[in-house]
């Protein structure tokens, strides 16, 4: 089993920064994938930014540009860098694991993830 914790969510005003971090523990060696999600109220869960086992990443078109994600093997952890924020931004941001090897073909959508965070809120104003 795959076990996430998400951290770093807050409230920032526009044009802020965050940073989250989600903390990979278990079975590591089983994950070809990672990915952010974000759920605003009300919106179906949404792909954001994605990296496969190559470090190939993948991203959203309505981040491109501002966030960045990236991973420290060493710390099994991976991050979100989320520069230039706006207030649609706004909402609950999660973690996720794909043990899929061919998880990196669909990287961006929620079918291709069977490990979850509990997410970390991030508020835009």
């Known amino acids: 089993d795959v076990q996430l914790v998400e951290s770093g969510g807050g409230s920032v005003q526009a044009g802020g920064s965050l940073r989250l971090s989600c903390v990979v523990t278990?079975?590591?060696?089983?994950?070809?994938?990672m990915g952010w999600f974000r759920q605003a109220p009300g919106k179906e869960r949404e792909g954001v930014a994605s990296i496969d086992h190559n470090g190939v990443t993948n991203y959203a078109d309505s981040v491109k540009g501002r966030f960045t994600i990236s991973q420290d093997n060493a710390k099994n952890t991976l991050y979100l860098q989320m520069n230039s924020l706006k207030p649609e931004d706004t909402a609950m941001y999660y973690c996720?694991?794909?043990?899929?090897?061919?998880?990196?073909?669909?990287?961006?959508?929620?079918?291709?993830?069977?490990?979850w965070g509990q997410g970390t809120q991030v508020t835009v104003s």
């Open positions: 996720a694991a794909s043990s899929r090897y061919d998880c990196a073909s669909a990287s961006l959508m929620t079918i291709t993830y069977n490990y």
């Open positions: 278990g079975y590591t060696y089983s994950v070809y994938c």
